[in-house]
């Protein structure tokens, strides 16, 4: 029962949990409780993957206003060069501001304790736990050539593809085509009842067809990887490298002290969703890598007292600790393995008759 108790105590990833369920409910069905019109109006600038297809959507993410700010404002008023002024700055100026001002408070936690997408693939991977699934960590050499893609996603088709269009150099299908690939558009969606975005639009012109089986067979991928490797679409996410740009202006963020035990260790790398080298090797700023989710298990699952830690501004907030590490281990190993519970009986009291 001492076990038990103990390994029901609070903890980190519990609380994550918490936050990522009522975050979850708030970004996929906020809208049943404020209506629709009234949920475009909370924000449209969240750093998460918090679609726009989801009609009971409660925010939408900043990656949406971007890329038809990119089609209708910038793209078409730089076309006719006589309106080139405040009516392309004030929009973009505006979405930025929004967007960094929720950055700045959270930082990279938008990721790992908001974005819905995130969350559903963390489930995922623990179902895979459940169902048997081996797990497929990502090396550090494949990590090289994969971190770029995200940086290529964001330039390309949240900013280039959409210029274009309002450029009139792209089709006007072209406006959004993010939106058109990302997984969150079918899989939030889909939690909702809605198949609408499922189905593929073949009345469209060649361009949107093709980005709509792009983005099907991405969708698919996503949740079918999902159960053995952790969050694969993050790991090319725009919204990771959008939130990369800024990570050390924020206040949240991931700090970590250098160690003579560590280059022997490397068990904040194994509990590391990413697979992140850098919390393995490095320290100080390098340690905070633009992967970095601050999902705070790298802090968890650190054997030693006070090497990796999140702050928010110059408080700690959570801090690495030897006891915290033995109970947290006593649960789940740091690749996401969940111990199977045992129940220790005290063995019966031995009566003697008098």
Known sequence: MRDLLKQAAPTLSR???LVQLLTFALSVYGGLLVGSYAAQKISTAL????CAYDS???GYCVLVPLQHQMDHRVGAVMARAQQVTVQVLIPVFVTFSTFLLFFFVLGKAFCAWVCPLGTVQEWLFRLGRRLGFAMTPVPAGKLRWLRPVKWLVLLALVFVVPLLAGLG???HSAGNPYCDICPSRIVTTLLTANT?????????DGFSLGLGIVGNLLAGFVV???LAVRQPFCRICPMLALNAVARHAALLRLSKVEHGKCDKCGICTRACPMDIPEIHHAHGRRAFNEDCTLCGRCAEFCPDDGVIGIKFGPLALFSSARDYYKKRVRGETPEGEVKPIRI???PARETHAG
Do not use: C, D, M, Q
């Open 15 to 17: 609380l994550r949990f």
């Open 47 to 50: 750093p998460a993957l918090s």
């Open 56 to 58: 009971v959507n409660g």
């Open 169 to 171: 150099y792209a089709p």
């Open 196 to 204: 609408e975005e499922l189905a593929i639009r073949t009345g469209a």
């Open 224 to 226: 079918a990887a999902a």
């Open 344 to 346: 220790v009986r005290k």
